[in-house]
Nanobody, 127 residues
Framework: QVQLVESGGGLVQTGGSLRLSCAAS????????MAWFRQAPVKEREFVAA????????YYADSVKGRFTISRDNAKNTVYLQMNSLKPDDTAVYYC????????????????????WGQGTQVAISS
């Protein structure tokens, strides 16, 4: 059974940084796409960033480009989201997601293509 466990959320001031981690277990990670989504109160869950294991391709939402960096550690089956220059608009619950295929850029931003989800970690940015 695949499990995704997020950690690293918290409360920081505007302009601060946080690093989220998502540790995955339960399956061999030879071809997988892992992503971060976020959901703010009364808003839809939205795509933040994604990375493919095989090609190490990365994708970002326009709202986080240049501020967030997604990376992976193959040995640990862990994906990270380094978040810098945080803004109050980044406040949300951040979810890790995975699909055991290499998703194309056409669908990598869509929630329904991910089969596994973590429980989420809260990120709050104070102004």
């Amino acid at each position: 059974q695949v499990q995704l466990v997020e950690s690293g959320g918290g409360l920081v001031q505007t302009g601060g940084s946080l690093r989220l981690s998502c540790a995955a277990s339960g399956r061999t990670f030879s071809s997988v796409t892992m992503a971060w989504f976020r959901q703010a109160p009364v808003k839809e869950r939205e795509f933040v960033a994604a990375i493919t294991w095989s090609a190490n391709s990365t994708y970002y939402a326009d709202s986080v480009k240049g501020r967030f960096t997604i990376s992976r550690d193959n040995a640990k089956n862990t994906v990270y989201l380094q978040m810098n220059s945080l803004k109050p608009d980044d406040t949300a619950v951040y979810y890790c997601a995975a699909d055991f295929s290499t998703l194309s850029r056409l669908v990598v931003t869509r929630r329904r293509f991910y089969n596994y989800w973590g429980q989420g970690t809260q990120v709050a940015i104070s102004s």
